[in-house]
């Protein structure tokens, strides 16, 4: 695999299920982001995590809890999400945050 | 902090057409300018990228200028065809601060 990876592609859970969200990326950087990606707000940053340290959390609901065990690994981990939360999560990586972001394929996911 | 604006949101040109995508940002020590291009269903690429050490950048049929002075920098397209529609962001960061996305603007290209 090469880039950012994503998984998985698409999710379907309840409102009481919980589910994570995977990114991998392979090229060396050392800055991971999380986006939320929806007709009403484009590309919405949720998270930034700089050497596995978060630096940014942009008022998300605590129902999105991020993890960074590495440089290489970012999940989303999902409790008792809301039918509004169904989006595009996209997955970034930037060698050093403010430089060019390689973004993952995303997970659809939609919430009932 | 940054603020990004991009106009227009929505862009309709015939193929052979010239189309223009304009953004203005806040923070005029923003310093790294990047355009991506985002195919319906695939992810966010990144197609062009400018410094503010730089006026304009030019890769075949994409050109990016900057104005520093006026704060906005712009997204030129030439010669457009079908394959050029997608939704187009830009985004600014100064430093190493995070990058800030405009709005987008789907352009469409009609044969």
């Known amino acids: 695999e090469t880039g950012v990876t994503q998984t998985p592609r698409h999710l379907v859970m309840g409102m009481t299920n919980k589910k994570s969200l995977k990114c991998e990326q392979h090229?060396?950087?050392?800055?991971m982001y999380w986006y939320k990606q929806s007709a009403k707000k484009p590309l919405e940053l949720m998270f930034v995590?700089?050497?596995?340290?978060?630096?940014e959390n942009n008022s998300v609901p605590s129902r999105f809890s991020p993890e960074c065990p590495n440089s290489s690994h970012l999940f989303l981990h999902l409790h008792t999400l809301q039918p509004e939360d169904s989006a595009l999560y996209l997955c970034?990586?930037?060698?050093?945050?403010?430089?060019?972001?390689?973004f993952g394929p995303g997970t659809r996911l939609t919430v009932l | 902090g940054e603020n990004v604006e991009q106009h227009p949101s929505t862009l309709s040109v015939q193929e052979g057409d010239s189309a223009v995508i304009k953004c203005t940002y806040s923070?005029?020590?923003?310093?790294?300018f990047p355009w991506y291009k985002q195919e319906l269903g695939k992810r966010p690429q990144l197609i062009i990228d400018i410094r503010s050490n730089v006026g304009e950048k030019k890769d075949q049929r994409i050109a990016v200028t900057l104005n520093k002075t006026a704060k906005h920098f712009s997204l030129h397209i030439t010669e457009t065809q079908p394959e050029d529609s997608a939704v187009y962001f830009c985004?600014?960061?100064?430093?190493?601060?995070?990058?800030?996305f405009g709005t987008g603007t789907r352009l469409l290209v009609s044969p």
């Open positions: 090229l060396g950087h050392n800055a």
């Open positions: 995590y700089s050497l596995e340290e978060r630096v």
């Open positions: 923070d005029s020590a923003s310093n790294y």
């Open positions: 985004a600014a960061s100064m430093g190493f601060q995070k990058l800030v």
């Open positions: 970034a990586s930037s060698q050093a945050i403010g430089g060019r972001e390689d």
